[in-house]
């Protein structure tokens, strides 16, 4: 199941690369990305995740210690992806994803849905999140 979602993520990303100028610096770009960010979630490493959130966004919706602070009573279990959608433009795409989260303190689990969107930035040459942490409070 796992790598049939990596192999349609590849597939969405590659089209959405070959839409962009320099396709398959894009498609690379966004596939390093994804799986950066999708990794530093399974190994619970919420400090650096806030290094893919677009600034603009960081500076409308600033990402507080407490925040993260909550987010370290946790260990990720599971990370899937069950939806991804493509923007019209190819610049972006969402991604519906649920995490399952195990509590360190109270060992319970919890399941939290969170959506991601991501954007290229021509500027930058990056693809970056436009959305902030998920919240475990769900």
């Not at 089209?15 to 960010?37: K, M």
């Not at 507080?64 to 433009?89: G, K, M, N, S």
Request: hydrophobic share 40%; proline share 4%; net charge negative.
């Amino acid at each position: 199941m796992r790598q049939a979602i990596s192999r349609a993520l590849i597939i969405l990303i590659g089209a959405l690369a070959l839409s962009a100028c320099g396709g398959n610096q894009v498609q690379r770009s966004g596939t390093e990305t994804l799986d950066a960010w999708e990794s530093l979630v399974r190994w619970s490493e919420f400090d650096a995740l806030i290094d893919f959130i677009h600034p603009d966004y960081l500076q409308a919706n600033p990402v507080t210690p407490l925040d993260v602070d909550r987010l370290h009573q946790f260990r990720v279990t599971e990370y899937r992806v069950r939806q991804i959608l493509a923007d019209p433009d190819g610049e972006g795409l969402e991604r519906q994803v649920r995490l399952r989260l195990y509590h360190v303190h109270s060992a319970h689990e919890r399941v939290v849905d969170y959506r991601e969107i991501w954007r290229y930035d021509q500027d930058r040459k990056a693809w970056l999140l436009h959305a902030g942490l998920p919240d475990p409070r769900q």
